[in-house]
């Protein structure tokens, strides 16, 4: 079992502390947290820091009312700070944790918390690893959970990753039924898959702990031997063995936590670096990729000042963003979700709509405006509204998800194709 002696030696080995005075927990009540605010209570003057507790009320369970009166009383009486955040809207796992650290970040900011802290533990960090395999993540996030982090205005600490649960004292805690329901895809990892695969493997926590490790030590190892590349350096960058501008591209990425681009698009700007052209274009999330002949760049722009391009030519053997969509012009492409054939390979034009604009639906010419009216399409989407044009004639027409395509060519041989994919 855990003693409050074993965490405290713990947390001054790893200096977690040591630059930072106010240190903010998430409470839920449950175990984990419990025992995070105990410990840390009780080591408070030792380590030379304040507390707060921070904790959020999801509304999802009849006990959430009794858990926030119980940790206020506490805080009460044990003369700590207490912030609380109150879920509104329709629950998601995605979306309550968006808000808990929206709202975390939010507390450090307006009262100088430098450090936020967590009670993930091994358990935790075992299912994170084996949930990202299972969901093909890039090998560095394999890692796993960082005990340390930037977040906000500090760090985001997790004193407790090299604990496991079973190893916590079995302090006044509240239970959340909710985490023996499968509907989940971690309460299904923690309930059936992980005890399933221990039959196999009776260490399979431990060995998943280790994947983590090595991982890491990978990652700092390539990042050691590549430290004096100049990666943004077109040139040099090309001078590269492919695996090496892969890694490259990845760890420049890693720079940007918010960015979070899929594998698709990941491929797109790899394939955009390994040739000579030069390309400025959004990603998502407000950031901009621009490529020169000499170098490349990643940036933030605010979206105030974030004018998108009214009208792109894409030509053949290609690929550029416009709004929320990637479009690559070429033979074949496997990743992307949806297409569009050609009866050429002539210069396609990506933009948005015009005043007389018309699309052929059921060979009979529609003005945009009627067939939106007819579409039920709203008037903030119609300004969205991507026009897909080719020899000065509409093809197709992308809004709200969804592309409509003018009448077919049933006739003719399709030489082009248009690939379609929503960042």
């Known amino acids: 079992m855990i003693t409050s002696t074993d965490f405290l030696?713990?947390?001054?080995?790893?200096?977690?502390?040591?630059?930072?005075?106010?240190v903010l927990i998430a409470v839920s009540g449950g175990v984990d947290s419990m025992n995070l605010l105990h410990f840390l209570y009780v080591s408070r003057e030792t380590l030379?820091?304040?507390?707060?507790?921070?904790?959020?009320?999801?509304?999802?369970?009849?006990?959430?009312?009794?858990?926030?009166?119980y940790l206020k009383a506490w805080s009460k009486k044990h003369h700590v700070p207490f912030y609380l955040g109150h879920f509104k809207g329709t629950f998601t796992e995605k979306k309550a944790r968006d808000y808990r650290y929206s709202f975390f970040k939010t507390i450090m900011e307006k009262d100088n918390y430098t450090a936020l802290v967590t009670a993930h533990h091994a358990d935790d960090q075992a299912e994170t690893i084996f949930m990202r395999i299972l969901r093909g993540s890039k090998i560095r996030y394999q890692s796993g959970i960082k005990e340390k982090q930037i977040f906000a205005n500090g760090e985001l600490i997790r004193p407790l990753l090299n604990f496991s649960k079973k190893d916590f004292?079995?302090?006044?805690?509240?239970?959340?039924?909710?985490n023996q329901q499968n509907d989940y895809l971690r309460n299904r990892i923690r309930n059936h898959y992980l005890p399933q695969l221990k039959q196999e493997n009776s260490n399979i926590k431990q060995a998943l702990l280790k994947h983590g490790q090595e991982i890491d030590l990978l990652t700092e190892a390539l990042q050691d031997l590549t430290k004096d590349i100049d990666k943004q350096n077109c040139n040099v960058f090309q001078k590269q063995t492919l695996a090496?501008?892969?890694?490259?591209?990845?760890?420049?990425?890693?720079?940007?936590?918010?960015?979070?681009?899929g594998q698709l698009q990941f491929k797109?700007?790899?394939?955009?670096?390994?040739n000579d052209k030069s390309y400025d274009f959004p990603l998502k999330n407000n950031y901009y990729f621009k490529k020169s002949k000499e170098r490349f760049s990643i940036s933030k722009i605010s979206p105030e000042t974030d004018s998108q391009p009214s009208e792109v030519l894409l030509e053949y053997g290609s690929l550029v963003t416009l709004e929320d969509y990637f479009f690559c012009y070429d033979e074949k492409q496997e990743d992307y979700v949806d297409s569009i054939s050609l009866p050429s390979k002539n210069p396609v034009?990506?933009?948005?709509?015009?005043?007389?604009?018309?699309?052929?639906?059921?060979?009979?010419?529609?003005?945009?405006?009627?067939?939106?009216?007819?579409e039920k399409i709203n008037k903030k989407d119609r300004q969205k509204t991507i026009i897909i044009e080719q020899d000065k004639s509409i093809v197709a027409v992308i809004c709200q998800g969804k592309t409509y395509l003018s009448n077919p060519y049933y006739?003719?041989?399709?030489k082009g194709k248009l690939y379609i994919q929503k960042m």
Request: neutral net charge; hydrophobic residues 40%; glycine residues 2%.
């Open 9 to 22: 030696n713990h947390v001054q080995e790893k200096q977690f502390f040591t630059t930072h005075q106010k």
């Open 349 to 374: 034009i990506l933009r948005h709509r015009k005043p007389g604009d018309r699309i052929l639906v059921k060979n009979i010419s529609k003005k945009l405006r009627r067939f939106f009216i007819d």
């Open 268 to 274: 797109q700007l790899l394939s955009n670096l390994r």
């Open 169 to 178: 004292p079995n302090i006044f805690h509240f239970e959340d039924h909710s």
């Open 244 to 261: 090496v501008q892969h890694f490259l591209l990845e760890d420049y990425l890693a720079t940007f936590p918010d960015l979070q681009i």
């Open 411 to 414: 006739h003719d041989i399709m």
């Open 48 to 69: 030379g820091i304040a507390i707060a507790i921070a904790h959020v009320n999801h509304h999802q369970r009849e006990a959430s009312e009794i858990e926030e009166n």
